[in-house]
């Protein structure tokens, strides 16, 4: 009985999260900084500002740091 009521979750969840995804709903965490943020940071790097100095100004981790200074890659 209790398997029978885990799947029926499951498929409610599932058929949730679907129709939230067609409605253009964006699922999960939200980013730590905005577009306009991570294009700053990227600038300061390549100015010479340390990682250290980055972290602080932004108030985000080390590795959301090296995380955001990574070359975007084109799922196409």
């Given at each position: 009985?209790?398997e029978?009521?885990?799947?029926?979750?499951?498929?409610?969840?599932?058929?949730?999260?679907?129709?939230?995804?067609?409605?253009?709903?964006?699922?999960?965490?939200?980013?730590?900084?905005?577009?306009?943020?991570?294009?700053?940071?990227?600038?300061?790097?390549?100015?010479g500002s340390?990682?250290?100095?980055?972290?602080?100004?932004f108030?985000?981790?080390r590795?959301?740091?090296?995380?955001?200074?990574?070359?975007?890659?084109n799922?196409?």
């Open positions: 009985m209790a029978f009521e885990l799947d029926l979750r499951h498929e409610r969840q599932s058929e949730g999260i679907a129709k939230a995804k067609a409605k253009g709903i964006r699922l999960g965490r939200p980013n730590a900084l905005s577009t306009e943020q991570v294009l700053v940071l990227r600038e300061k790097r390549e100015q340390s990682i250290s100095e980055l972290m602080k100004e108030s985000v981790s590795s959301t740091v090296y995380n955001l200074l990574q070359p975007v890659e799922p196409n």
